[in-house]
């Protein structure tokens, strides 16, 4: 009957047919961050190049992806995942600091991640643009993410009187979009800062925004 291939039922070496089929997709994964993170990059890999790369045949990534952009888009949001994952973290160990010391400390934890692997920061920054509408459209979602985060805890803060009351997310998105280039520039070696003299600029760029000039504590404004 023809169709898309259906990956086989049944357990196999104490695995079910699920499990197996979620470690061939994690193969698959690891693979294209090799491949599309590093060389060749995304628009030179070939279906048979990554399968051969995750030890897997062509007949299994039809199983797991329909496409390579599939493959593309499933890497994007997990680099994000990861990232995101590490500023929820560095947000609840650091929730009870002062603003400044909380800002340190995500932004630490986020470059860290991102930088962490410089495949990582391909995928992210580099691989991703262009490809299709479609990715485009999950870019700038994910982008749009980021954003709401800032707005959110920008405003919590206002409410604590540690930051300026406003609607963030005009300067918010532009910060993000600061966020994205300084750290790919970095990244790629125009920039020549540790990453510690990278976040601190990042720190004093966001502590700007939420603390204006003439701006002071509990909300009022220096005469």
Not at 72 to 98: C, K, S
Not at 198 to 205: G, K, N, T
Request: charged share 25%; with cysteine; aromatic share 8%.
């Amino acid at each position: 009957m023809a169709g898309r291939l259906r990956a086989p039922t049944g357990r196999y070496a104490g695995k079910s047919a699920a499990e197996r089929q979620a470690e061939r997709r994690r193969r698959f994964l690891d693979a294209a961050l090799e491949l599309f993170g590093g060389a060749p990059g995304y628009r030179a890999t070939t279906v048979a190049a990554l399968s051969e790369a995750a030890g897997l045949s062509t007949r299994q990534f039809y199983e797991a992806f329909r496409t390579l952009e599939d493959v593309l888009a499933a890497l994007h949001l997990q680099v994000n995942d990861w990232a995101e994952e590490a500023v929820l973290t560095a947000f609840t160990g650091a929730r009870d600091l002062p603003l400044e010391d909380r800002v340190t400390a995500v932004f630490r934890a986020y470059a860290g991640n991102v930088t962490a692997d410089p495949r990582r920061i391909r995928i992210t920054f580099v691989e991703i643009i262009g490809v299709s509408p479609r990715l485009e459209e999950q870019r700038l979602a994910r982008r749009s993410r980021w954003v709401d985060l800032i707005c959110a805890e920008a405003t919590a803060a206002a409410a604590r009187g540690e930051a300026a009351p406003r609607d963030y997310r005009l300067a918010a998105t532009a910060f993000i979009g600061g966020v994205n280039g300084l750290l790919h520039d970095w990244s790629a070696g125009w920039v020549e800062a540790a990453l510690d003299e990278v976040v601190e600029e990042l720190v004093r760029q966001l502590l700007g925004i939420l603390r204006p000039q003439g701006w002071q504590p509990g909300g009022s404004r220096a005469a």
